[in-house]
């Protein structure tokens, strides 16, 4: 998949070097004057890998009310925030947030373009752990209800005579559907499952 630098900057000349600078590497670059524009392309934010450079002061919805709504509506680029007025509060405001960095025009190249790889790393490998839980949870959802009870009790330690104690089964009938969970969950190993089962606990549905 090919990763998109979103720049929102309402200063045109800022824009176009931001863009000749980003592309001069490699980069895919998408850049817009204010965040209502941006906002008009919210499914491609959502669904390209990237990140965003955001000017802090622009016109209409500033750079921090847009970071806001993007967190609000599950939009989880990592923003890069550039501004001529920075200070110290709206850094902090900003990176509490879940800005992962703060420049100050003018700022050197490089230090953009370092930022820009941290966040795009970051973004794809963000992609590629709620990608793995999707395809945990869809594992998941082919379970019977029994096997959820038994993979809950398995990945908590429990010995198979245990569980068919707690469960009023047969000790021959846990082991089948033991098998079966190992098999649907694609787990190759006890510790592997008892890993899927804590990021399910965590994320997904609760065992």
């Known amino acids: 998949m090919t990763s998109v630098v979103f720049v929102v900057d309402d200063d045109l ?7 000749s600078l980003l592309r001069s590497v490699g980069h895919v670059v998408e850049a817009f004057a204010c965040t209502r524009d941006l906002l008009e392309h919210r499914q491609r934010m959502a669904d390209a890998a990237g990140c965003l450079v955001l000017d ?19 939009i989880l680029l990592p923003i890069i925030f550039i501004t001529g007025h920075g200070d110290v509060p709206m850094s902090v ?56 009870e038994v993979m809950a009790l398995v990945a908590a330690g429990h010995l198979n ?5 707690e469960l009023q089964l047969a000790e021959v ?30 994320d997904g549905p609760k065992l």
């Not at 000349?13 to 863009?19: G, I, P």
């Not at 016109?59 to 993007?70: A, H, I, K, T, V």
């Open 13 to 19: 000349s800022v824009r176009e070097a931001l863009e």
């Open 161 to 165: 005579k245990q569980i068919a104690a």
């Open 56 to 74: 802090v002061r622009l016109p209409g919805q500033s750079g921090l009310d847009l970071q806001r709504e993007l967190v609000t509506a599950g």
């Open 173 to 202: 009938t846990v082991k089948v559907h033991r098998a079966q969970v190992m098999a649907k969950m694609q787990a190759r190993s006890l510790p592997e499952l008892v890993r899927m089962t804590d990021r399910l606990a965590a």
């Open 93 to 148: 405001a900003a990176m509490k947030a879940g800005a992962i960095e703060f420049l100050t025009k003018p700022f050197r190249d490089q230090d953009l373009l370092d930022a820009v790889h941290r966040a795009l790393a970051l973004d794809r490998v963000r992609r590629e752990a709620s990608a793995a839980l999707a395809t945990l949870r869809e594992r998941f959802g082919t379970l019977t209800a029994r096997e959820r």
